[in-house]
């Protein structure tokens, strides 16, 4: 089984107006982690760039527009993905894995695939993916009215993961959260077989 555990942080919520920033994550082949990346996006030419979403990423304005541009950073990604997925082979696919990821990551990174005259988003990952979010709910479903909110930190903290909350939105940090709660909940429902 191939996954890529990916985090993105943006300039803003809609993927049509705003754009990446920070693309980071770990390809995982049948349990072993391959390879974990970690690039820094300009945001493409025309983006909207948001005050709040920079805040809670943690850049400033002139941090993101001095990364390396989207297709530079894209033609890396692409020949990472390479390496373990071979896109002409309708049956070798990444499935994504993410936190809330279905409804956010996916569309912003299928989103800067377009931007980068990539219409082909579906050879490398399959439609349906994995969102650890919907994943831990059942598990924590019993707990769930005694906590204040279902976000990464917060169901990690709940699951006994330490959380170091001054690492929190940085991608490259929220991916390994990520992978921590998916552990906890697929050993749970490994033993429950």
């Not at 300039?11 to 072993?32: L, M, N, P």
């Not at 309708?90 to 931007?115: C, I, M, S, T």
């Not at 059942?138 to 917060?154: G, I, N, Q, W």
Request: glycine share 6%; net charge negative.
């Amino acid at each position: 089984m191939k996954l890529l555990f990916f985090d993105l942080e943006t300039t803003g919520t809609d993927y049509r107006k705003h754009a990446i920033h920070q693309i980071s994550g770990e390809i995982v082949i049948d349990g072993e982690i391959k390879e974990r990346f970690n690039y820094h996006v300009k945001p493409f030419e025309g983006a909207v760039i948001e005050d709040k979403a920079l805040e809670v990423g943690k850049v400033t304005k002139e941090q993101i527009m001095a990364y390396p541009i989207g297709y530079a950073v894209y033609q890396e990604f692409i020949a990472m993905l390479s390496k373990y997925v071979d896109r002409y082979d309708k049956k070798d696919k990444f499935f994504l894995v993410g936190y809330n990821n279905a409804p956010f990551d996916n569309q912003f990174l299928r989103e800067f695939f377009l931007k980068c005259g990539d219409y082909y988003f579906g050879s490398w990952f399959w439609s349906n993916s994995i969102d650890v979010m919907v994943l831990v709910t059942p598990y924590l479903a019993d707990k769930r009215h005694e906590m204040v909110d279902f976000k990464l930190a917060t169901v990690a903290k709940t699951l006994g993961i330490n959380v170091k909350e001054e690492d929190l939105h940085d991608a490259y940090y929220d991916v390994w959260l990520t992978h921590k709660v998916y552990d906890v909940v697929s050993e749970s429902i490994v033993k429950n077989l």
